[in-house]
């Protein structure tokens, strides 16, 4: 089977900065994406990783270590308006699949 | 390009009733997605389809739930009857297989309330 953990809730404040990790397993790994979802809304596309290392996109940077089956999503110069969850998900098939962890709730006070 | 379209956005319906969602993809996506979000059960794959050829249903929970996607730019997804339990936001997502970084374009989503 397929499964992702990811922690539930973190709290940070403005200005710093956070980590949200992703540990999976599944058979036939191709990569491991990010998603951001705001309260009312939709999932948002935020990253793709399919190869090991650092992915970096403004104050967002994604990192995975296929040797360890594990991600993370680094989030920088924290504002009020990164309070979202946020998915990591596994693209482990040959088709445009994705197997979406359970969410991390990210709480930014001033 | 107008990205996903979902309609309804919201729909209240008393237990029993049919109920069908529908889907627009992003022209030229060949890939497409039917998701269910509830607190309890976070973001459910239910039904994908690639070139409006369903690959994997394992995810549809019950004989009550349907999809079908007659052409490239529609899908329609239906429960009949619907239940209390089906009560959720209802996602739409497509794709590219060209796409470089498997990204998937979700729809606003339509909230279903089933009483």
């Known amino acids: 089977g397929q499964s992702l953990e990811q922690p539930s809730e973190v709290t940070a404040v403005e200005g710093a900065i956070v980590q949200i990790n992703c540990t999976y397993q599944?058979?036939?790994?191709?990569?491991l994406s990010w998603y951001q979802q705001h309260d009312g809304g939709a999932p948002t596309f935020l990253s793709y990783?399919?190869?090991?290392g650092l992915e970096e996109t403004g104050r967002f940077s994604s990192f995975l270590s296929r040797s360890d089956s594990y991600g993370y999503l680094l989030l920088q110069e924290l504002q009020m308006k990164d309070s979202a969850s946020y998915f990591c998900?596994?693209?482990?098939?040959?088709?445009?699949?994705?197997?979406f962890g359970a969410g991390t709730r990210l709480a930014v006070h001033p | 390009d107008a990205g996903v379209i979902q309609s309804p956005r919201h729909e209240v319906t008393e237990m029993g009733q049919e109920v069908t969602l529908r889907c627009k993809p992003i022209?030229?996506?060949?890939?497409l997605f039917w998701y269910r979000q509830t607190m309890m059960r976070g973001l459910e794959l239910l039904i994908y389809?690639?070139?409006?050829?369903?690959?994997?249903d394992s995810g549809m929970p019950e004989d009550r739930f349907s999809a079908k996607m007659p052409n490239a730019s529609f899908s329609t997804l239906k429960i009949q009857p619907s239940e209390p339990r089906d009560s959720a936001v209802y996602f739409c997502?497509?794709?590219?297989?060209?796409?470089?970084?498997?990204?998937?374009?979700f729809g606003p989503g339509t909230r279903l309330t089933v009483l």
């Open positions: 998900a596994v693209k482990a098939g040959g088709y445009n699949k994705l197997i």
């Open positions: 990783n399919a190869l090991d």
């Open positions: 599944t058979s036939g790994f191709y990569g």
């Open positions: 022209s030229g996506h060949d890939y």
């Open positions: 997502a497509s794709s590219s297989s060209s796409g470089t970084f498997n990204e998937q374009f």
């Open positions: 389809f690639n070139n409006n050829v369903p690959i994997d």
